[in-house]
């Protein structure tokens, strides 16, 4: 009888293993298309935010591939290429100082958080604030190599980090939202 519930206990725990493993790495995403007029539900557009304006302006973008899931904000993922230059990018929108690529999924193959990471490092591509507390307290973030390709992905602000550790916003932050209990 104690093999036959060491058994069971052991069946169980690979059971739920292998579920948490599919809720993580597989559930809840969705492709996201892109729309570079209206915003449709389950669209998206790629803007960045102007020097002169600080509001975010739609960009050019081809062959887009998108990710995201409802589960997280910072689960947004995606790549495409631009035909605009880095240098004309620079002259007319914000730069993001503090870009830091998020891991996605292994099975979303054109985002490799790694490598855009040490790109940017090496500045082999630059990072643009897309939008701002594009849902409170997190940031869209686009970097963009030389050739075109862009990356887009989702990360904490600093008002973020400081509301979501449960203290007040800081001086400088909107106000967050009312949380429902």
């Given at each position: 009888m104690g093999k036959f519930l060491a058994g069971l206990i052991v069946l169980a725990a690979i059971i739920g293993g292998g579920a948490m493993y599919y809720l993580q790495v597989y559930a809840f995403y969705e492709p996201v298309k892109?729309?570079?007029d209206v915003v449709a539900p389950g669209t998206v557009q790629m803007r960045l935010t102007s020097l002169t304006s600080e509001?975010?302006?739609t960009?050019?973008?081809d062959d887009f591939e998108g990710?995201?899931?409802?589960?997280s904000p910072l689960r947004f993922r995606a790549c495409f290429t631009t035909p605009h230059s880095i240098a004309m990018l620079s002259e007319t929108f914000v730069a993001h100082d503090?870009?830091?690529?998020l891991?996605?999924?292994?099975?979303f193959g054109c985002f490799d958080a790694v490598s855009i990471g040490n790109d940017l490092a090496e500045g082999k591509a630059v990072a643009f604030l897309s939008e701002t507390n594009i849902i409170y307290g997190i940031d869209r973030v686009i970097a963009v190599y030389d050739d075109g390709r862009a990356f887009?992905?989702?990360?904490?602000n600093e008002?973020?980090?400081v509301v979501f550790d449960g203290d007040p916003a800081p001086d400088g932050c909107p106000q967050p939202p009312e949380r429902s209990n």
């Open positions: 892109v729309s570079q509001l975010p302006e960009i050019l973008i990710i995201d899931a409802d589960s503090d870009a830091i690529p891991f996605g999924p292994r099975w887009a992905w989702h990360q904490i008002c973020g980090a």
